[in-house]
Every structure is written in C-alpha cells, then in structure tokens.
C-alpha cells in the first residue's frame, strides 16, 4: 500500500491542501545521526522516511586493528516527510537539532541523489570500507623500533602486504620495506566510500 497516496486521499477529504512528502537534511546533535533517526522513525507519521547513512570500517590502531563505525555525513541525516504536518515532530526528536533551512526556504535533497546514496548501503544502513594507501601517502609507524616514526608511502608491494617507505632515519632518509597492518594511515574513510561508489 503506497502511503503517499493513502494520505493524499485521507487529505482530499478532510479539506486540507494535499502532502507534500520531500527529502530534507536533518541537523542533528554531535555523535546523535543513529539516535535522531529511530526517534524520527517512531513519530508514526504517514508517508515518512528517515536515511542515516553509515560507515563501518577498520584502520590500524597502536592497539592493533579496530572496527569503527559513524556516520557518513556528521551531524547530518535525511528524513522523507510533508513539511506541514511533521515539522514540529521531527524538530522535537530527542537527538535533533533542527530540520536545515536556507534563509526562509527549507532544505530539498532530490529523490535521486538519496536513491544513489541507498544503493551502496546495506539493509542496515551500513557501508563496508577496506582502509588503503596510496603512493604518496602521509603515514605513522605503528610497532618496531621505529614506531611513532612519520614516513611517506613510496611504493605498494602487489601481493605481499606490505608497502615501502620513505622516513628520516637520524638525519638521512632511507626507504625500508614494512608490513600494511604496521602504518598509521590518516586517509578519511568517507572519501574512500565516495571514492568506491559505482554512481560516482
């Protein structure tokens, strides 16, 4: 049952102007993006949708590798919803800030761009992101007699796992051969996500 044209219906017969359900940025509270969108979520409304889009993805820490997940946009997600009859319910969230508004015109994402968005995400919401290096990279040295040492990647070695960098070794600079899971690496994970979507 399309709620659109349910509600649509339900509003040509009380009198009132027909929804408008349109896709809108959402401000939400700092680290809030998950919370804020179950609680819009929970609001019952007719026809609405909420997107918060998130990254789950491993980078090598000094405590070895971490998984890590937060959301694509920070502080920001989307929600579906006609402006007149759920505005004062979606600001009043518990973890929302406020729907984002330019002067006096509220924010409209095209349908499209949100359809693009959701079709390299899973059911959850979620988006898997391998770290990488690039030659060229800045990176830390994270275990050995070196750790904590800031060198520069030079080359990826295919297959092998490692990868050889340039660093400052008392003065002179020297190009070792270290493992991958041994570099810092401080490559953000939402350009590689943008960077890895097939709509891009």
Known sequence: MNPIVSSSDADAEDGLPEADYLWR??????????????HIGQLGH???EVFC?????????RRGKVWFVEAMFPGYIFARFD??????????????????????????????????????FDESELITVQQTFLEGDEVE???????????????????KERAR?????????REIEVPLLALL???????????????N
């Open 165 to 173: 960098v340039l660093l400052d070794f008392f003065g002179n600079r």
């Open 53 to 61: 889009p998130r990254l789950r993805y491993h980078k090598n820490t």
């Open 25 to 38: 940025c959402v401000h939400t509270k700092p680290k809030c993006e998950h919370i804020a969108a179950r």
């Open 141 to 159: 040295l994270s275990e050995g007699p070196l750790k904590g040492a800031t060198a520069t990647v030079t080359k990826l070695l295919s297959g």
């Open 46 to 48: 007719d026809g609405l």
């Open 83 to 120: 402006l007149p009859r759920s505005l004062r319910a979606v600001n009043g969230a518990h973890g929302v800030t406020r729907v984002v508004r330019f002067a006096d015109e509220f924010s409209v994402v095209p349908d499209q761009i949100i359809a693009n968005l959701r079709s390299n």
């Open 185 to 199: 690496g401080v490559r953000d994970a939402r350009s590689e996500a943008l960077s890895a979507s097939p709509n």
